[in-house]
């Protein structure tokens, strides 16, 4: 049988004190004398007295939960590394608060909102976080109109009145373009995420403004869905042009991981005859075979700024934008010069640059074969 959890009337026997002055000492309010509040305090942690979350949320008429609902598939969001960052950034936080996540997935919009109004209605949540913002998005109204303290992940400044923390994914991309010219590419393919979303279109216009930058015309750009079996889809759709790309930037790890598989899959040796460059520098991505090249966001990090925010709004603050710093390319293995048609012979040594700072972009590019700790400028 268990050890019977210390109450407030435990705390109060022990210190030979009233119940009332227990709770004043425990949530810092005045009514006890100095040497009193250290005596109930010092009696507290020596019984183990924690507080109970539901007496707490009461006493501040607060659910001490926020909300996180994710239309994703099952199937995709267990595989993809994206949101596992994301969340523990979040917990860090609310750990340290004392508040819980309710997680909700759905399959559709549809179900997303429904999700919203359920959880405003009943009152199990006192903010929630908004992610995958999409063009006309209905979303930060609605939620605006249930009277939920937001906080939007993706959502550029200047775009709404809504509290936001904002990653601008341009330059990564940018930079991954710029590698591969450096190394001599020139047919260079993009594997894009969904249209409706922000972040896909944002990625897939900074490939295009960055091929087209350096003088070169942009080459087969294949729309998918950031899952895993859209990645291998796009990779076949490309590997089966007349004239198939020498180089590939994929808007996610998750597809460039599966790209890769699939090309090693039909016999085409990575980087020698395909240059592959992710996005996210998920935790998987040093430890491929070969490494995997790719643009690394502080995911974590990007979690714990928006729990910050979320809390505070709850507190009562004011809301605001937080800008986090841009994404910065890691060179692995799994990008090379590009080789002669037929020949197999390098362009040039495979190795490339041991470094590029552009100063345009003002970006540090990194070249790591197996340890992930980027350098910046």
């Known amino acids: 049988m268990g050890t019977k959890r210390p109450t407030i009337t435990d705390v109060a026997r022990v210190a030979g004190v009233s119940k009332g002055a227990v709770s004043f000492a425990l949530n810092g309010k005045p009514g006890v004398g100095a040497q009193t509040r250290e005596r109930i305090l010092a009696v507290a942690r020596d019984l183990g007295w924690t507080p109970s979350l539901r007496g707490r949320a009461l006493s501040v008429s607060r659910a001490l939960a926020v909300g996180l609902v994710i239309a994703r598939t099952p199937e995709t969001l267990g595989v993809d590394p994206f949101f596992a960052s994301l ?33 405003a209605a009943t009152g199990r949540v006192d903010g929630v976080f908004l992610t995958d913002m999409q063009v006309d998005d209905l979303r930060p109204q609605l939620l605006d109109d249930l009277g939920l303290p937001t906080v939007v992940i993706g959502l550029s400044p ?20 710029e590698h591969l010219v450096t190394l001599g590419h020139r047919n260079i393919s993009h594997v894009a995420g969904p249209a409706e979303f922000v972040h896909g279109l944002s990625r897939r216009a900074a490939w295009e403004s960055a091929v087209t930058d350096a003088g070169l015309t942009p080459g087969a750009c294949i729309t998918s869905d950031f899952s895993a079996q859209g990645g291998a889809d796009a990779t076949n759709q490309l590997l089966d042009l007349a004239e198939p790309p020498t180089a590939i930037v994929y808007a996610n790890d998750l597809m460039a991981i599966a790209g890769m598989s699939t090309a090693i899959g039909r016999g085409v040796d990575i980087p020698g005859q395909l240059s592959i460059i992710g996005f996210d520098d998920s935790p998987l991505a040093a430890y491929l075979q070969p490494a995997l090249t790719t643009a690394r966001t502080d995911v974590v990090g990007w979690g714990r700024a928006a729990a910050y925010r979320l809390l505070a709004l709850v507190d009562g603050e004011k809301g605001g934008e937080i800008d986090l710093p841009s994404p910065v390319l890691v060179v692995r293995a799994s990008t090379a010069p590009p080789c002669h048609q037929g020949t197999g012979a390098p362009l040039k040594d495979r190795r490339g640059p041991a470094r590029i700072h552009d100063r345009k972009t ?13 350098t910046t400028s």
């Open 87 to 119: 969340i523990t950034g979040i917990e860090t936080v609310l750990s340290e608060r004392g508040y819980a996540l309710m997680l909700h997935v759905v399959s559709d919009e549809q179900s997303e909102h429904e999700s919203y109004r359920r959880l």
């Open 362 to 374: 003002k970006l540090g590019v990194a070249r790591l074969d197996h340890a992930p700790v980027p």
């Open 158 to 177: 200047g775009q709404g009145p809504w509290s936001s923390v904002y990653i601008d994914d341009r330059p990564g991309i940018t930079a991954a373009v």
